[in-house]
């Protein structure tokens, strides 16, 4: 990776890759407006940023820039056959993205949106094939974070996979968002922690009933509530097997791993984690445990390293620090790390989708 040191608004340019990077720091409520002005005319120009939303930090381009998605996918090292999300600011730009939405969607999204929920429809003319893997079907949201929105009025839809090297744990923090981009992309907006931590859920509303692709930060029962219908959940979507075709980011490539082996114990029992540890144990394996805070104790004076993710009673917190945990791991010197499970309910389901798709080994 890319080594230098970048001061706010100053060039900077990546040893290894060669590309200078911008960087920026903004107030994530009340951007400089200056700033976005300067970062609206790049994007446009064809340069690829890298911005925050309220999920997770997004690497975005132009829909009206082909040449500037292709410029993603090689920064990011990602299969040209995993599709990209279209980042919208306003109702209006779904009449270019779009077509034949379905009256449940506009239903939807006037109680959701701006929000963590992305829709798979029936792509419009201007979303070009480079966005889209080929496929005839558009992934669409509406982020809720000011930044993203002002940026989106400027630029109009951004195409954006979220802003790590493919295969990573997706970035939270500005530590992340360096780490993995810069040197790799033209622009970097820095607005500090993103507020879920965890992306957006996809529902596919192009197949009746509508199906959930990726669990996120907008629970299903939510989703299912407002409809008044069921949303299909598949072991896809669990995160137990991989798709063979991606229709959405996140189905078909292993994702959100670290480095290090993980090990994810699906019984919810703190002692049959126990149990794991003691058998790396035996092994001389250094162990890592991912636990909740309630479950500490029952770790200590046992394994070398504990992550706590967070309190089991508070699922949103867990979603929260669990990229950072999973990044974590790579830098504490574990030979193997060993993860609780979480409860599949409202965003524990993406919780355990996450953890399973991380992990290189299922105990259930």
Same mark, same amino acid.
């Given at each position: 990776?890319?080594r230098?040191i ?12 060669m590309?200078l ?6 107030? @994530?409520?009340y951007?400089d407006?200056?700033?976005l002005d300067?970062?609206?005319? +790049?994007?446009?120009s064809g340069?690829?940023i ?6 997770v930090?997004?690497?975005g381009a132009? &829909?009206y820039? %082909?040449?500037?998605?292709?410029r ?8 040209i +056959?995993?599709?990209? &999300? ?6 209006e $730009?779904?009449?270019?993205?779009a077509v034949?939405i379905?009256d @449940?969607?506009w239903?939807l999204i006037e109680?959701?949106w701006?929000g963590p929920?992305?829709?798979?429809? #029936? /792509?419009g003319?201007?979303v070009?094939?480079e966005?889209?893997?080929g ?7 509406? %982020?809720? $974070?000011p ?8 630029? /109009? ?9 493919s295969g990573r ?5 500005? $530590?992340?968002?360096?780490? +993995?981009m810069? /040197?790799?992309?033209?622009i970097?907006i820095?607005?500090?922690d ?6 957006s859920t &996809?529902v596919d509303?192009?197949? #009746? ?5 990726r ?5 299903i029962?939510r &989703?299912?509530?407002i409809?008044?219908i069921?949303?299909?959940?598949t072991d896809?979507?669990? /995160?137990y097997?991989e ?6 980011p996140g189905?078909?490539?292993r994702?959100y791993a670290?480095s290090?082996?993980?090990i994810v114990?699906?019984?919810r ?9 003691l ?5 001389r #394996?250094?162990?890592?445990v991912?636990t909740?805070r309630e479950n500490v104790e ?8 504990i992550?706590?993710?967070?309190s089991?009673e508070?699922l949103?917190e ?27 309910k409202?965003?524990?389901l993406?919780?355990?989708n996450?953890?399973? #798709?991380a992990?290189t080994?299922?105990i259930?």
């Open positions: 990776m890319a230098a970048c001061i706010s608004g100053i060039e900077c340019c990546g040893v290894e890759t590309v990077t911008k960087l920026f720091r903004v107030d @994530a409520l951007p407006p200056s700033i300067v970062v609206c005319r +790049d994007v446009l340069k690829i890298v911005f925050p939303t309220e999920t930090y997004g690497l132009s &829909i820039r %082909p040449e500037a998605i292709r993603i996918f090689i920064a990011k090292n990602r299969p +056959d995993n599709p990209l &999300i279209i980042h919208i600011s306003r109702r $730009h779904l009449y270019e993205t034949d379905p @449940a969607v239903r109680l959701v701006p929920l992305t829709l798979v429809l #029936k /792509g003319s201007a070009p094939p966005a889209t893997a496929l005839p079907t558009v992934a669409i949201r509406m %982020p809720a $974070h930044v993203a929105e002002k940026l989106i009025d400027c630029t /109009g839809p951004l195409a954006a996979p979220s802003a790590n090297i744990p997706s970035p939270t923090t500005s $530590h992340h968002i360096l780490t +993995d810069f /040197g790799r992309t033209d970097i820095d607005a500090g993103t507020i879920f931590g965890i992306e &996809i509303f192009s197949i #009746k009933p509508p199906r959930l692709l669990p996120g930060a907008m629970p029962e &989703i299912t509530e409809l008044g069921e949303v299909t959940v896809v979507s669990r /995160g097997v798709a063979e075709e991606a229709l959405a189905m078909k490539y994702h670290p290090t082996p993980l114990v699906e019984t029992k703190p002692e049959d984690v126990l149990k794991v540890a058998s790396l144990r035996r092994e #394996k250094r162990i890592a991912i909740c029952i770790y200590q004076g046992i394994v070398d390293k992550i706590t993710v967070g089991r508070n949103f867990v979603a929260k620090n669990l990229f950072t945990t999973l990044r974590e791991l790579d830098r504490l010197g574990v030979d193997i790390a060993v993860a609780e499970s979480f409860p599949e409202g965003i524990g993406a919780i355990m996450r953890l399973r #798709k992990s080994k299922i259930l």
